[in-house]
């Protein structure tokens, strides 16, 4: 289960990838999600962005990298405070360099929730 995480006064032990990417930076966000790839679910309270949505909005990059290469610990069902997933947030992003590889994430670690058409 994902933690809610606020943008202020809290440690950076208890809110690490958040405070990071809060603080852009970048190289602490690439230790926490090689060292605990599941923080990539922790939100932003105010806006309900995951810390990989988050990731994925700033495009590609080192973080992105590390994102992907962790992508099994994602909760890709996770929607956001405006009841968007992560693959909403790569589509709005129109950066095929983000677009293809969280599509290849979900095929490869949530195939039952974009290969699942609707019922007639």
């Known amino acids: 289960m994902p933690k809610p995480l606020t943008d202020s006064g809290s440690s950076l032990r208890e809110n690490g990838i958040i405070e990071a990417l809060l603080r852009n930076d970048s190289s602490d966000v690439i230790s926490i999600l090689r060292d605990y790839p599941e923080s990539a679910n ?19 990059g080192s973080m992105f990298d590390q ?38 994430a979900y095929r490869a ?3 039952h929730l974009i290969n699942n058409p609707p019922e007639p």
């Open 109 to 111: 670690n949530a195939p």
């Open 67 to 104: 994102l992907m290469h962790g992508a099994y610990a994602i909760d890709y069902s996770f929607r956001n405070g405006r009841g968007q997933t992560l693959l909403d947030c790569a589509m709005a992003s129109v950066d095929r360099s983000v677009v293809a590889p969280v599509i290849e």
């Open 42 to 60: 922790d939100f932003l309270e105010k806006t309900g962005d995951s810390a990989a949505m988050i990731i994925v909005k700033l495009g590609s």
